[in-house]
Nanobody
Framework: QVQLVESGGGLVQPGGSLRLSCAASRSIFSIYDMGWYRQAPGKQCELVAALTSGGSTNYADSVKGRFTISRDNAKATVYLQMNSLKPEDTAVYYC?????????WGQGTQVTVSS
């Protein structure tokens, strides 16, 4: 079982930045593909950014150039650096870990972009 704990959410003004962190509970974190998803009120959950165990990245078009996903295998932590935030980025952000049939989710952290 992999436990994921997100942190770093909060209230930020448009144009501001936040860094989300997701700490994993197991030392084999390095072999999992990691991702950040978000769900806004009344909308479907969507993939924001993904980072495979091999280092490949994938971003939603809406966040390209503004968000960066990274991982520190030694700390078993994945990060989402979010810059130039917009009101439409407001959502609950979830960390995800996948390896084959094994899929794990964090509890989510709220990000609110508002003036």
């Amino acid at each position: 079982q992999v436990q994921l704990v997100e942190s770093g959410g909060g209230l930020v003004q448009p144009g501001g930045s936040l860094r989300l962190s997701c700490a994993a509970s197991r030392s084999i974190f390095s072999i999992y593909d990691m991702g950040w998803y978000r769900q806004a009120p009344g909308k479907q959950c969507e993939l924001v950014a993904a980072l495979t165990s091999g280092g490949s990245t994938n971003y939603a078009d809406s966040v390209k150039g503004r968000f960066t996903i990274s991982r520190d295998n030694a700390k078993a932590t994945v990060y989402l650096q979010m810059n130039s935030l917009k009101p439409e980025d407001t959502a609950v952000y979830y960390c995800n870990a996948e390896r084959g049939k094994y899929v794990y989710w964090g509890q989510g952290t709220q990000v609110t972009v508002s003036s």
